[in-house]
């Protein structure tokens, strides 16, 4: 049976790729309803070979909807996600508006799609950083047990919008002018101070909490843990953005559970797993990239390596399109995987 889908947020980086997954892959669809803010209502998108027109976003655009996504940022999730479940719409939201709600399943399907069974109407999709490194280290997780996971993250532009992409794109052309560049966006909208991003690192995604960490530092920590079920695994995040435009990268250090485990075991898990490729093969100098991982929707894993003074860590290096994996492809299996059962 088709189902009649919204997407709100449809202008966006992320809403733009969830058109394309659900006609990528044949998601049974009656209609899609491409919603934004009323400064996009009546702007056409083209794809897959159909025109669609954008609408503003108010509480009646939900009725009749079966499935709404939202990326349009946590504040209009907050607005109009329990509108849209009042009118009978299941919601998959990308924002972490709802994500650590306890009675809201926060979903990875390829690791926990069981959760689903029990929802109320939302269903949380992770943060985009997130969930590459949980769909990596899943198979690990199911083997071998993690005990422990320190991962400071390389993040891309596109991880923070449209705006983001356009303001990376501007600063771009000032290589030798690199000291005087403005900055009017990052690292993040509502923070006080912005930082250049082209020709820099900036050590802030989102704004900072009194511990110390930022806010996207404790998505990573909180959310792996809710995703994996496990409050005793021990996580923590270093989170940066860089001049990428799509595509995230992770340095990540795991301690299994299980000791003696060598690399091709560990190898061997993750080869097994579905949606994620091993590239590592130092000799050919193959490892992944963001620039190779755009456009791609596995989660690629190379650099893995034990660590020499302690017999249960590991090394690996962990690559995916932020957009897809990250976000628009997870929220669109979700609704295949809400659609199967
Ligand atoms: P619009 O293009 O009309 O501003 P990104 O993550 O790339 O920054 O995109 C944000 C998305 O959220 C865009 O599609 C944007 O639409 C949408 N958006 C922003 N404000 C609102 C709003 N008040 N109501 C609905 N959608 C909104």
Not at 21 to 49: C, D, Q
Not at 87 to 92: D, Q
Not at 223 to 243: H, N, Y
Request: glycine share 6%.
């Amino acid at each position: 049976e088709n189902l009649n889908v919204a997407i709100v947020g449809a202008t966006g980086a992320v809403g733009t790729k969830i058109l394309e997954k659900l006609i990528e892959r044949n998601f049974p669809v009656k209609s899609i309803k491409m919603l934004a803010s009323k400064r996009s209502a009546g702007t056409e998108i083209v794809a897959g070979g159909k025109s669609y027109v954008v609408e503003e976003t108010v509480p009646e655009s939900f009725e009749n909807v079966d499935i709404a996504f939202f990326s349009a940022g946590g504040a209009i999730s907050k607005m109009f996600a329990h509108e849209a479940v009042k009118r009978g719409a299941v919601v998959i939201d990308n924002t972490s508006a709802f994500r650590m709600d306890k009675d809201i399943p926060l979903v990875v399907p390829e690791v926990n799609a069981h959760v689903l069974q029990e929802h109320a109407g939302i269903i949380a999709n992770p943060n985009c950083s997130t969930i590459q490194m949980v769909a990596a280290l899943q198979p690990l997780k199911e083997k071998f047990g993690i005990s422990r996971i320190i991962v400071s993250t390389y993040q891309a532009v596109s991880g923070a919008g449209a705006e983001a992409i356009e303001e990376l794109e501007k600063q771009s052309g000032q290589f030798n002018d690199r000291a005087n560049i403005q900055a009017e966006l990052l690292p993040s909208a509502s923070a006080e101070r912005h930082y250049p991003i082209a020709f820099n690192a900036i050590p802030q995604i989102d704004l900072f909490d009194e511990s110390g960490f930022t806010l996207e530092e404790l998505k990573m920590m909180n959310e792996t843990k809710k995703i994996f079920g496990d409050d005793q695994m021990s996580v923590t995040a270093t989170c940066v953005r860089l001049p990428v435009v799509t595509g995230h990268s992770e340095s990540v250090y795991v301690e299994l559970e299980e000791e003696g485990i060598t690399v091709e075991e560990l190898k061997s898990a993750m080869e097994n797993a579905k949606g994620v490729i091993v590239q590592d093969d130092p000799s050919s100098q193959s490892y992944p990239m963001p620039l190779y991982a755009e456009g791609k929707d596995e989660v690629f894993v190379g650099r893995i390596r034990k660590d020499p003074q302690h017999n249960k860590g590991f090394h690996m290096w962990i690559v995916s399109d932020n957009l897809l994996k990250g976000a628009a492809l997870n929220s669109v299996q979700i609704a295949e995987q809400l659609v199967q059962s």
